[in-house]
């Protein structure tokens, strides 16, 4: 079987999403990109029951290498994000409750606490097209550029990564930053936090980056 490991880390993933609540049913899908193969969730399995040989194997052309069930209604989604954006290796998405509520009543996710920088600032909506249509595809890949995260307009929300573990850790703040988004809307009036300083964040981030690493020389 081909990249055993990397298909249990997926369902190891997706289990997770459950426990956290990202996911429901058979909602949402995750991918890792490793060379030019894509290893991709399947469409419409309970993560439950899955298993490492469930998770399908594809080529650049979106031909099967190994598995036997359909690849995920979002495989274009999947294929477009990595052909555009060359530094994702894998992509978590959810139809996670609060991301999905903000996605329908605005264009954007603001700057409602600082760590929304690990997700590369405000977050964009893209608007609402088909699932699984190249509509949607196009629209996210317009929407995600420079960022680490995208909302879908009355869908959802995708997250991208240099691994599978990054990308699960951005959808998770993701959705923490969108509970906080619209418990703050409720109880007043909420202030944002400006460009210049997200910059001064994300500024402050390297500093203790730097220090940590030399710390462990």
């Given at each position: 079987?081909l990249?055993r490991?990397?298909?249990?880390?997926?369902?190891?993933v997706?289990?997770k999403m459950?426990?956290?609540?990202?996911?429901?049913n058979?909602?949402g899908?995750?991918?890792?990109?490793?060379?030019n193969?894509f290893?991709?969730?399947?469409?419409?399995a309970?993560y439950?029951a899955?298993l490492p040989?469930?998770?399908?194997?594809?080529?650049h052309?979106?031909q099967?290498?190994?598995?036997?069930?359909?690849p995920s209604?979002?495989t274009?989604?999947h294929y477009?994000?990595?052909?555009?954006?060359?530094?994702?290796?894998?992509?978590v998405?959810t139809?996670?409750?609060y991301?999905?509520?903000?996605?329908?009543i605005?264009?954007?996710?603001?700057a409602?606490?600082?760590?929304i920088t690990?997700?590369?600032?405000?977050?964009p909506?893209?608007?609402?097209e088909?699932?699984?249509?190249?509509?949607?595809?196009?629209v996210?890949?317009d929407?995600?550029?420079?960022?680490?995260?995208v909302?879908?307009?009355?869908?959802g929300?995708?997250?991208?990564?240099?691994?599978?573990?990054?990308?699960l850790q951005?959808?998770?703040?993701?959705?923490?930053?969108?509970s906080?988004?619209l418990?703050?809307?409720?109880?007043?009036?909420?202030?944002?936090?400006d460009n210049?300083?997200l910059?001064n964040?994300?500024?402050q981030?390297?500093?203790?980056?730097?220090l940590?690493q030399?710390?462990?020389?």
């Amino acid at each position: 079987m081909l990249y055993r490991s990397e298909r249990k880390l997926i369902i190891t993933v997706l289990k997770k999403m459950v426990e956290v609540g990202l996911v429901i049913n058979t909602s949402g899908n995750v991918s890792i990109k490793i060379n030019n193969h894509f290893l991709i969730t399947p469409s419409g399995a309970s993560y439950n029951a899955l298993l490492p040989a469930d998770i399908l194997v594809m080529d650049h052309n979106k031909q099967i290498i190994e598995g036997e069930l359909l690849p995920s209604s979002e495989t274009d989604l999947h294929y477009s994000l990595y052909e555009n954006r060359s530094d994702i290796k894998a992509i978590v998405h959810t139809h996670s409750l609060y991301a999905t509520a903000v996605s329908t009543i605005t264009d954007e996710l603001p700057a409602i606490h600082y760590q929304i920088t690990d997700l590369g600032g405000p977050v964009p909506v893209a608007p609402y097209e088909t699932f699984g249509s190249p509509e949607l595809a196009a629209v996210v890949v317009d929407k995600i550029a420079g960022m680490n995260a995208v909302l879908m307009q009355n869908h959802g929300a995708v997250t991208i990564g240099g691994s599978l573990e990054v990308a699960l850790q951005r959808s998770i703040l993701l959705e923490w930053i969108a509970s906080l988004y619209l418990i703050s809307l409720q109880s007043g009036q909420p202030t944002f936090i400006d460009n210049r300083k997200l910059q001064n964040v994300v500024q402050q981030k390297q500093k203790y980056l730097t220090l940590r690493q030399n710390k462990k020389k």
